[in-house]
C-alpha cells in the first residue's frame, strides 16, 4: 500500500496536485516535559497545538519528566526517540554555548521582548546550527516568566536586598552551566536539581531555595515549603517548542505549515494566560504566608550583569548579538 501511495503522490506532485488530498498514515507527537499538566504551557499545547494538528496527528505529551529526565529531551529528539519537547535557552547551550546569551539574567525584558528576538534576523543562525547539528526545529518561543528568589527563611531571618545577602544560601538552580552560573551572579550557592526534586528539597530543607516564577511557585506548591519571595526578576524565562527536523520533513507543505501555527498559537495562547496569572497570583502567594517584596532590584542587575561580563559564556556569544536584542528591547 505504501508504494502505491507514494506513486500516487509522485503523480500528484508531477501534475501539481494537493499531495494532502491522499490518505496517509497518521502520525504521533510525543512531546516530554519536566513541567506539570497544569502548567500554562502545557495546558497550552494540549488545548490549542493538539486540535490544531489532529487532522493528520495525535498528540501525547509526557508530563512530569515521565517519559525524559529533565535537560535530556534535546538528545532524545536528535536520536529519534522523541518528537517535541518544551526547550530552555539552557538546555540548547549544552550543545551550543552561544545560546547562553538568551540564558543571561537581565538581558530579555519582558514577554514581546522574547517574541521580538526570536522573529528577529539574529535568530537565524542560531535556529540554523541547531538544525543542521541536532536535527532539532525552534518552532516557536514560550513564555515561562520572570523568575524570582524563593527561599524557605522568613524574612526577619533573612532579609535580601541585594546579592551580599544571598551569601552561603544554598538556592537549587537546574542541573544545566549556564544555570549554575546564574545563581552563583546572583550571589547564591547554587546547587543543581532536577525540577521534580525541588519540592521534597525545600520540605526537608536539602535546599534553601529555589527561583522560579510566581506562576511555578503555585503550580508546584513551593508556597507550602517556603516562607518568602524576593521579586528580582533575574531572568525573564523563556522555552522553545522544539520539534524533530526528521518528522518536520516527512510532514507535507501544508501539514508543515499546519505545524507551525499551532506551536505558534500555542505559544500565544499560554503566554497571555502565564502573564495574567504572573500579574494575579502575589495576593494569592501572600495568603499562603509567603512574605513577597522587591529588593535593590538595581544591585540585583549590576551585580549579575558585571558577572558575564568577560565570563566564558559571554566569550561564545557571537560578535553583536547582545546589542542587537538590547536594540529590540523598549
Ligand atoms: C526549572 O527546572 O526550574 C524550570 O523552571 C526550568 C525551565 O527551563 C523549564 O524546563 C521548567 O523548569 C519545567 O518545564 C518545569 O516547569
Same mark, same amino acid.
Given at each position: 500500500?505504501?508504494? $502505491?501511495?507514494? &506513486? #500516487?503522490?509522485? @503523480?500528484?506532485?508531477?501534475? /501539481?496536485?494537493?499531495?494532502?488530498? =491522499? !490518505? +496517509?498514515d497518521?502520525?504521533?507527537?510525543?512531546?516530554?516535559?519536566?513541567?506539570?499538566?497544569?502548567?500554562?504551557?502545557?495546558?497550552?499545547?494540549?488545548?490549542?497545538? $493538539?486540535?490544531? &494538528? #489532529?487532522?493528520? @496527528?495525535?498528540?501525547?505529551? /509526557?508530563?512530569?519528566?515521565?517519559? =525524559? !529526565? +529533565?535537560?535530556?529531551?534535546?538528545?532524545?529528539?536528535?536520536r529519534?526517540?522523541?518528537?517535541?519537547?518544551?526547550?530552555?535557552?539552557?538546555?540548547?547551550?549544552?550543545?551550543?554555548?552561544?545560546?547562553?546569551?538568551? @540564558?543571561t539574567?537581565?538581558v530579555?525584558?519582558?514577554?514581546?521582548?522574547?517574541?521580538?528576538?526570536?522573529?528577529?534576523?539574529?535568530?537565524?543562525?542560531?535556529?540554523?546550527?541547531?538544525?543542521?547539528?541536532?536535527?532539532?526545529?525552534?518552532?516557536?518561543?514560550?513564555?515561562?516568566?520572570?523568575?524570582?528568589?524563593?527561599?524557605?527563611?522568613?524574612?526577619?531571618?533573612?532579609?535580601?536586598?541585594?546579592?551580599?545577602?544571598?551569601?552561603?544560601?544554598?538556592?537549587?538552580?537546574?542541573?544545566?552551566?549556564?544555570?549554575?552560573?546564574?545563581?552563583?551572579?546572583?550571589?547564591?550557592?547554587?546547587?543543581?536539581m532536577a525540577?521534580?526534586?525541588?519540592?521534597?528539597?525545600?520540605?526537608?530543607?536539602?535546599?534553601?531555595?529555589?527561583?522560579?516564577?510566581?506562576?511555578?511557585?503555585?503550580?508546584?506548591?513551593?508556597?507550602?515549603?517556603?516562607?518568602?519571595?524576593?521579586?528580582?526578576?533575574?531572568?525573564?524565562?523563556?522555552?522553545?517548542?522544539?520539534?524533530?527536523?526528521?518528522?518536520?520533513?516527512?510532514?507535507?507543505?501544508?501539514?508543515?505549515?499546519?505545524?507551525?501555527?499551532?506551536?505558534?498559537?500555542?505559544?500565544?495562547?499560554?503566554?497571555?494566560?502565564?502573564?495574567?496569572?504572573?500579574?494575579?497570583?502575589?495576593?494569592?502567594?501572600?495568603?499562603?504566608?509567603?512574605?513577597?517584596?522587591?529588593?535593590?532590584?538595581?544591585?540585583?542587575?549590576?551585580?549579575?550583569?558585571?558577572?558575564?561580563?568577560?565570563?566564558?559564556?559571554?566569550?561564545?556569544?557571537?560578535e553583536?548579538?547582545?546589542?542587537?536584542?538590547?536594540?529590540?528591547?523598549?
Amino acid at each position: 500500500r505504501r508504494a $502505491a501511495l507514494s &506513486v #500516487a503522490v509522485a @503523480a500528484s506532485v508531477v501534475a /501539481g496536485g494537493a499531495v494532502s488530498a =491522499f !490518505a +496517509q498514515d497518521r502520525m504521533t507527537f510525543t512531546l516530554a516535559t519536566a513541567g506539570s499538566e497544569t502548567d500554562q504551557r502545557s495546558v497550552a499545547m494540549a488545548e490549542v497545538f $493538539a486540535p490544531m &494538528v #489532529a487532522e493528520f @496527528a495525535d498528540y501525547q505529551p /509526557g508530563y512530569n519528566a515521565t517519559l =525524559f !529526565a +529533565q535537560g535530556t529531551e534535546l538528545e532524545a529528539i536528535s536520536r529519534g526517540n522523541l518528537t517535541m519537547s518544551i526547550a530552555s535557552a539552557q538546555e540548547l547551550a549544552q550543545f551550543f554555548p552561544e545560546f547562553s546569551i538568551f @540564558a543571561t539574567g537581565y538581558v530579555h525584558q519582558d514577554a514581546a521582548h522574547q517574541v521580538r528576538v526570536f522573529n528577529d534576523a539574529l535568530m537565524d543562525p542560531f535556529k540554523q546550527t541547531v538544525e543542521e547539528e541536532l536535527g532539532v526545529k525552534l518552532l516557536s518561543v514560550m513564555y515561562l516568566g520572570r523568575r524570582h528568589v524563593n527561599l524557605r527563611q522568613t524574612r526577619d531571618e533573612l532579609d535580601v536586598q541585594t546579592p551580599a545577602d544571598l551569601a552561603g544560601v544554598n538556592l537549587r538552580m537546574p542541573g544545566t552551566d549556564a544555570w549554575q552560573f546564574l545563581g552563583s551572579a546572583l550571589g547564591a550557592s547554587p546547587t543543581p536539581m532536577a525540577f521534580t526534586e525541588v519540592y521534597t528539597a525545600l520540605s526537608t530543607g536539602a535546599v534553601d531555595g529555589q527561583d522560579n516564577p510566581l506562576p511555578t511557585v503555585v503550580d508546584a506548591k513551593f508556597y507550602e515549603v517556603t516562607n518568602q519571595i524576593a521579586l528580582t526578576s533575574h531572568l525573564v524565562d523563556l522555552n522553545y517548542i522544539a520539534f524533530s527536523l526528521e518528522t518536520w520533513n516527512s510532514l507535507t507543505p501544508e501539514q508543515q505549515i499546519t505545524v507551525q501555527r499551532a506551536a505558534d498559537a500555542a505559544a500565544s495562547v499560554g503566554r497571555l494566560r502565564q502573564l495574567d496569572l504572573e500579574n494575579s497570583l502575589a495576593d494569592r502567594i501572600r495568603s499562603e504566608g509567603v512574605e513577597i517584596y522587591t529588593p535593590d532590584l538595581e544591585a540585583f542587575r549590576t551585580h549579575v550583569q558585571a558577572q558575564y561580563v568577560g565570563s566564558e559564556f559571554a566569550e561564545s556569544w557571537p560578535e553583536g548579538v547582545l546589542e542587537r536584542i538590547n536594540a529590540l528591547g523598549n
